[in-house]
């Protein structure tokens, strides 16, 4: 790929040789890592290994996908989503954060208003339970 159009990849782009060293890297990519010269600067120590494996295949032109925990410029680690292509001994690697999806999902208004039914259903049934052991403890006396 050449240098200046992997400039303008939109996501966080790195082109790397064997070692990890950055060779080239999108512009985007230094809005979500602080700058440096290796990847193994921003990767995680408990998914160093995943990293490793990554890699070392990079004979293979087939790409590989990990889940790794990167430190963002805020010092934080977030989750991503990365994957490596190998080309002539260049692993070309891009990284998507993957956001927490439990925090995104809306229920939908029908989900909403089924929940809301069910729960009237089990206040009324709640209050007949409440009833019903009324009279047996009226009656055991």
């Given at each position: ?10 996501v966080p782009y790195f082109q790397i040789n064997q070692e ?37 295949r990079n004979a293979s032109s087939i790409p590989i996908t990990e889940r790794l925990r990167l ?71």
């Open positions: 790929m050449d240098k200046n159009v992997c400039k303008w990849a939109p990890g060293t950055i060779l080239n890297s999108s512009n985007i990519t230094h809005s979500y890592f602080h700058s440096t010269s290796n990847v193994w600067n921003i990767i995680h120590k408990e998914d160093l290994t995943k990293v490793i494996l990554m890699l070392s430190q963002t410029r805020n010092k934080l680690f977030r989750n991503f989503r990365c994957t490596i292509q190998w080309k002539d001994s260049i692993g070309h690697l891009v990284c998507t954060e993957v956001k927490n999806i439990k925090n995104q999902t809306v229920p939908s208004l029908s989900v909403l208003k089924s929940l809301v039914n069910t729960q009237k259903r089990l206040e009324k049934t709640e209050k007949q339970l409440n009833k019903v052991a009324q009279i047996i403890s009226v009656k055991k006396h």
